[in-house]
C-alpha cells in the first residue's frame, strides 16, 4: 500500500511540480514591476500565475511543438550531451514557456474586474451585449 500510495504522490508531484514551479517564476517576474498593495493581493496574483501556467501553458507548449518540433528534439540532444535523461529535455523547453504562458495572467484578471466594475449597475444581458460589442469592435479593428 505503502508504494502505490509513494508512486500516486510522484505521479502527482511530476504533473503540478512544473506549472508550480512556472507559476512561482512568473509571479515574481510581476513582483518586480509592480509590488502587490495587499497580501491577499499577492496570494491572488500567485494563484492566477499558477493557474494560467496549468491552463494555458499545455496549449502554448503544443502550439509551439507543432511549429518547431525541432526545438524539443535537440532539447533532448543537450540533456543526453550531459549525460542526463533525454526526455528531461522537454523540462528544458516547457518550464519557460509556462512561464510565459502565467506572465500576463495578472493583467488579465485586473482587465476584467475593471471592466466589469465599470459595468457594476447593468444585468447580465447588459453585460453580455456590451461583450459582444467590444469582441466585434476588436475584430473589425483587425
Known amino acids: 500500500m505503502t508504494i502505490v500510495i509513494g508512486a500516486a504522490g510522484s505521479a502527482l ?17 510581476t513582483f518586480l514591476f509592480m509590488w502587490p498593495r495587499t497580501r ?3 496570494w491572488v496574483r500567485f494563484i492566477c500565475a499558477i ?9 502554448l507548449l503544443a502550439a509551439l511543438h507543432s511549429w518547431w518540433p525541432t526545438l524539443f528534439v535537440s532539447a533532448g540532444s543537450v540533456m543526453a550531451l550531459c549525460g542526463i535523461d533525454a526526455s528531461l529535455g522537454v523540462a528544458i523547453v516547457a518550464v519557460p514557456m509556462l512561464v510565459v504562458a502565467a506572465l500576463p495572467a495578472w493583467w488579465l484578471l485586473g482587465g476584467v474586474v475593471r471592466w466589469l466594475d465599470r459595468r457594476r449597475d447593468q444585468d447580465i444581458a447588459e453585460i453580455a451585449r456590451a461583450a459582444a460589442q467590444a469582441v466585434k469592435d476588436v475584430r473589425n479593428s483587425l
Open 13 to 29: 508531484l511530476t504533473i503540478f511540480a512544473a506549472p508550480l514551479l512556472a507559476g512561482a517564476i512568473a509571479c515574481a517576474l
Open 40 to 42: 491577499r493581493e499577492g
Open 51 to 59: 493557474a494560467m501556467a496549468g491552463i494555458a501553458g499545455p496549449f
